[in-house]
């Protein structure tokens, strides 16, 4: 070693012996740290599904009040997380919202097969005609979205029409 270098190394054994020192460095260390963990979480935003409307379709295509119907989504499911889903049936042309279901969890177990199947029941009062099922979702994927509801991940269905006779 360097005379240079030994001169170094008996200065940073000498600044490491200072208690203020020792207490810059856990304070520059730490706070970095959590900005990291923290912003790598808020940042986190892969949705759990992928909804493909061009392969999804609801049976039987053609309904009536008071009956149920399923929907059979064509998914790619990326990972697993706690959520909410609240059903709409809403007008395809002009988006007004026909019927809305309560919110419910959102389905954690399906999708491994690339099919999410979820059933519903029409409406009693609903008008006859074209109508359009979509789902808002809402998920929480790690700690800082469940602390932080804001930070969740929210996201619509694509709308897949079906038609209602009277």
Sequence with gaps: MTLTGIHLMSELKEL???????????????????????????????????????ESFVIPPKGREGQEMTINWRVTHHRTCPGTVERQLVDPNTGVIVAAYDPAPADTNGGQDGW???????PRDIQAGNIAYQSKLTYQCNWLQKFVPALAIRYLTPRIVFTVEK
């Design 16 to 54: 490491w012996a200072v208690k203020s020192f020792r207490a810059r460095i856990f304070l520059a260390i730490l706070p970095t740290s959590i900005a990291l963990v923290v912003g790598h979480f808020a940042t986190d935003r892969q949705r759990p599904y992928d909804f493909h409307a061009e």
């Design 116 to 122: 999410l199947r979820k059933t519903f029941r029409v």
